[in-house]
């Protein structure tokens, strides 16, 4: 089995060869190679290539699976990007900042098409592998747009945060096991087994992520409470609304209009998070999914030393600090 | 063999049917939905239905593959729109317009998908299809990010508008007509042909329609001369610039930069149009491309009088007056 510093090295090097896209037209090609090349966990596609390598040795379609995955991710991060007008990705001007709004529309295109191009190039499963890819693609767009639609509403509850969540970014990090499995000619109790493994993690993973955006120590080029001063409703806000007193709700919406002292802000509501026991409910609410997904994991029937590498993944990915 | 009035109507019941796509979120499917209600001429996912009939009868298969073929080409429309900041479609508010950017881009983005889906159901042939569609799409998008980079050059060739014209609109049509024998079981040499014949098409489609908008008699709702007044690059004002004396090109490069007086823009272009030549010019291209397309249908190895519904809607869309 390979580590998955090395499945990302040797990934990095297909996804940044200069061949990957044609030079011609430069406008449209430039921006997708300036946005693979500022890196990126690679998360997605080198889970891909382990749950392929828990079947069988790494081959050729599978490098192509992998990559199809990481060149839609990519896509959604460039359309994203414009929807939610942010101007740096990964520390970095987003294409549309950069080179302007047709890029970021056309590149996006341009980028989902090449992720369709390069699963064509699968043989193994193939069917089974591109209806999951379709309807993997379809949720991501309904995760984005329920993500979009909960901006403008104030009575988004914990199960349609976690259905948004699970759609926008869960079900590819699923999809990517599940790829993976089929691609390497696995059964289906095997592959589905991996993405309800995928599914659970993800969910898990975000929570954690917006536990740590309020809790965490603070990250190189992340604001720790990016999120409050975004008026972001992530899970802490909404476990939070859902057990407010009428006092504490009060303050909660004072606080949302203010924007004139982001410190105080910050600690307002984190003192709201601690009060309402808002920080306790994401906490168990990550052990629930991390639970579930460990579970999932240990009824793929192969070996348990086999599945090392994603097991020390997950926890890596679970039990980071920031 | 069915009319083409006949397969619209049919086609029209497909892609109007109500679960076409999924009710939610609703912020995402209705913009969708509106887009395909406002009808356009479904001559692509036709002209696959009638290239299919020539070799086998329809089938459930051929009417996804028509279908992928028409949400592609409306997921274009819909970010083509953005990218020319165009406010109306078909007469009617553009997607961006009328819901806003988000659901334009997101919108699109389902749709393409969407299609990948519908055309997932194909079963004859269908690596083959497959990796037409990706091609097809793939060269649709060069072929919009040269028309756009196009509007910022004063030295585009004739040759280069031609390769432009063919990757952003003739591909699509010599596509769908290859697909819709391919997924009839037809031969590669008769899927060639008829692709060659709608290449040919295409381009006199197009050169047909750059004419028409300077020298046609008055459309109903699209104003004569308006490729004049928007400053496009069209086949007429290259070849105008390419044949024009200093004067002339002194003159149209002053009509570039005036903005307030139309219709003494349009007769002047109109004259300079006709005095380098560039009318009969644009005429001999239109029957150049025209002659080699029914060419082309005539060696699709299969009885005249079944090509007669292909060949008669050719001449509609060649020979028309406005």
Same mark, same amino acid.
């Given at each position: ?22 030079? %011609?037209? $430069? !406008? *449209? @090609? ?10 990126? +966990?690679? &998360? ?7 749950? %392929?390598? *828990? ?6 379609? #599978? ?27 990964? =520390?970095?001007?987003? &294409?549309?900042?950069? @080179? ?6 056309? =590149?996006?295109?341009?980028?989902? &098409? @090449? ?9 193994? !499963? ?7 890819? !379709? ?9 984005? $747009? ?21 759609? +926008?970014?869960?079900?590819? *990090? ?6 993976? #499995?089929?691609? /390497? ?26 536990? *740590? ?17 975004? !008026? ?11 057990? /407010?007193?009428?006092? $504490?709700?009060?303050? &909660? ?5 203010? %924007? ?7 600690? /307002? ?8 026991? /808002? ?8 052990? @629930? ?18 599945? #090392? ?14």
């Amino acid at each position: 089995m390979q580590s998955f510093r090395s499945l990302v090295q040797q990934f990095e090097q297909r996804v940044s060869a200069p061949d990957l896209f044609p030079v %011609h037209p $430069q !406008n *449209l @090609y430039d921006p997708c190679r300036y946005l693979l090349s500022l890196g990126g +966990k690679r &998360i997605r596609p080198v889970v891909c290539l382990m749950a %392929h390598e *828990l079947f069988a040795p790494i081959k050729e379609e #599978a490098w192509n699976a992998a990559l199809a995955i990481e060149l839609f991710h990519n896509f959604t991060l460039i359309h994203d990007d414009i929807m939610d007008k942010a101007p740096l990705r990964r =520390g970095f001007p987003t &294409i549309h900042a950069k @080179y302007g709004l047709t890029a970021g529309i056309l =590149g996006g295109d341009a980028m989902s &098409i @090449y992720a369709y191009q390069a699963l064509s190039r699968v043989t193994t !499963n193939f069917r089974e592998v591109l209806d999951v890819f !379709n309807t993997t693609a379809i949720q991501v767009c309904d995760g984005q $747009q329920m993500d979009m639609d909960f901006e403008s509403r104030n009575d988004v509850s914990s199960e349609e945060y976690i259905e948004m969540i699970s759609l +926008k970014t869960s079900v590819l *990090l699923a999809a990517s096991l599940k790829i993976g #499995a089929l691609v /390497a000619g696995a059964d289906t109790q095997a592959a589905e087994a991996l993405y309800a493994f995928g599914k659970h993690l993800g969910i898990a993973f975000q929570l954690q992520d917006d536990y *740590l955006d309020a809790f965490g120590t603070s990250k190189i080029g992340k604001q720790v409470g990016g999120d409050i001063l975004a !008026n972001k409703k992530t899970y802490l806000h909404i476990q939070a609304v859902d057990h /407010a007193a009428s006092t $504490q709700l009060a303050s &909660i919406e004072a606080w949302q209009d203010r %924007h004139d002292a982001p410190e105080q802000k910050v600690t /307002a509501m984190l003192d709201i998070f601690r009060d309402t026991q /808002a920080d306790e409910k994401c906490r168990e609410a990550v052990a @629930y999914y991390s639970g579930k997904a460990f579970e999932k994991l240990s009824e793929v029937s192969i070996p348990e030393d086999k599945k #090392a590498n994603l097991h020390s993944l997950a926890k890596d990915l679970l039990y980071r600090e920031q």
